[in-house]
Structure formats: C-alpha cells, structure tokens
C-alpha cells in the first residue's frame, strides 16, 4: 500500500493497547487484512466515535455489518489505493479508488507479523506458524530443539509486549543458568571419576 509504511508505528498503528492513548478520540480508519480486522475495529472503537471500516476487498458478513452499524461503524467497500498526507507530511487520509480521498489522521491495520530471522539461519532453529504470523518454534521456558539455543519474546511469541517478553527473557536465562549448573555439577563428578574412579563410586 503506498505511503502506508512511511507511517508505521505513527499515523499506522497495529496495536490498540500499545497505541491507543495517542490515538483516541481522532477519526480512525481500519485498513482490513482479513477476519481479524474485525475484532480489531471493535477493539478501535473503545478508542473513538469515528471509526470507519475499509473492508479492501476482504468479506464482511451480514452480522458483522449488522453489528458495525450498530457501534456507529461507517464501512467503505470500495478498495484504497494509497495512504494521503497532508502537506506538513503526516497522515491525512486514504484515497479510494474511485479517487476519493477520506480524511483520516490513523490507520490501523492488523498486518500478520514475522519474526526477524535474518542472521540467524546459521543456527537451524525450526520456524513454525504461530498464532498471527511466523516465529521459532520454541519449548518449555524458550527452549529450543537446538542444543544451546533459548529463544525468547517476539522471535518465539509474536504477540508478546514488552512484559511478557522481558519475563519469558528471565524465564530462558533462569533455565540456561540451571542448565549449566547441571553442566558444572556433571563435569566436576566427571574430573572427580577420572581422578579417583573409586571415590566417584562411593
Ligand atoms: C510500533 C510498535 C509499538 C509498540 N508499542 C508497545 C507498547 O506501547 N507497549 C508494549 O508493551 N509493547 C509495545 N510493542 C511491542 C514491543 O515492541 C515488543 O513486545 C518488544 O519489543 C519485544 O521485545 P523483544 O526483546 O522480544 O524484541 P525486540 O525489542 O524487537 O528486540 C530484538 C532485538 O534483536 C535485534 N536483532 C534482530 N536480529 C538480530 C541478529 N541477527 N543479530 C543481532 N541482533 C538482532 C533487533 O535489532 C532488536 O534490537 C510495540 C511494538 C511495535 C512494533
């Protein structure tokens, strides 16, 4: 979508938690990605009376066209063809492709995300669908089926905030520290049985 990704994490937001205090009370328009859109104009519509719907070409049922108009939800079918800015540069509206321009001053769109993997190939960590996007497949406290390998936060749970990923961050680096302290206590038994293979035995 040109002009979208200018904006990104500004006039485009994915998040209502992560941005909704900046954004509430102005004219919103949820940019339709597919069936999560829809809870997410709910969500959107905690946050403002102007809330328009482009549905670009993704299905909107009947109820939830029902269910829409009953929050005060304006839906436009026809599809965008770009994000506007005004002339100072930030986001003011998308244009339809009929060329009508529908002032909006944020965005949202639920996009799928993808775990930045580039660099990391090397490791041969298994990638796997995770629920909303892509990420590596991970275990009990960010354990990986590769030897010596923790993942954690949005590498592993997409939908993780700050929070959630600081304490999956702990959780991993508790399990590696016992990890290793098991490591410690199995290789001094070891140099203990390789001394004296009578005292390891005792
Ligand atoms: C626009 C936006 C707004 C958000 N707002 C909020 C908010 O208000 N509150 C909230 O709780 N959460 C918010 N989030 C979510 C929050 O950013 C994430 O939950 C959090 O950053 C995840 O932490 P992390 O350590 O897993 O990943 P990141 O913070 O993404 O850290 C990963 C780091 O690894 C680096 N890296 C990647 N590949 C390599 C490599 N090969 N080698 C070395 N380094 C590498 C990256 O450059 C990055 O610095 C927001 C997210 C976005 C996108």
């Not at 923790?150 to 508790?174: K, R």
Request: glycine fraction near 12%; charge should be negative.
């Amino acid at each position: 979508m040109p002009g979208l990704a200018e904006h990104w994490g500004h006039g485009v937001v994915h998040c209502p938690y992560c941005h909704g205090w900046e954004v509430r009370d102005e004219p919103i328009g949820v940019l339709a990605t597919g069936p999560a859109s829809i809870g997410h104009a709910y969500l959107f519509r905690q946050l403002t009376e102007d809330l328009t719907y482009f549905t670009h070409g993704t299905d909107l049922d009947e109820d939830s066209r029902a269910r829409f108009a009953a929050r005060g939800i304006r839906v436009i079918d026809t599809p965008v063809t770009e994000v506007v800015n005004d002339t100072g540069g930030a986001l003011a509206g998308v244009r339809l492709a009929d060329g009508q321009v529908v002032a909006r001053r944020v965005v949202a769109v639920a996009a799928p995300m993808q775990a930045r993997t580039q660099g990391l190939e090397g490791l041969g960590l298994p990638v796997q669908d995770l629920p909303k996007g892509r990420g590596f497949a991970s275990g009990t406290a960010g354990a990986t089926e590769v030897p010596g390998v923790w993942v954690a936060g949005n590498v592993t749970d997409l939908v993780a905030q700050v929070g959630a990923s600081a304490a999956a961050g702990a959780l991993a680096g508790a399990d590696i520290n016992s990890t290793l302290a098991t490591a410690d206590t199995d290789a001094a038994l070891h140099a203990v049985a390789e001394a004296s293979p009578e005292a390891a035995t005792r």
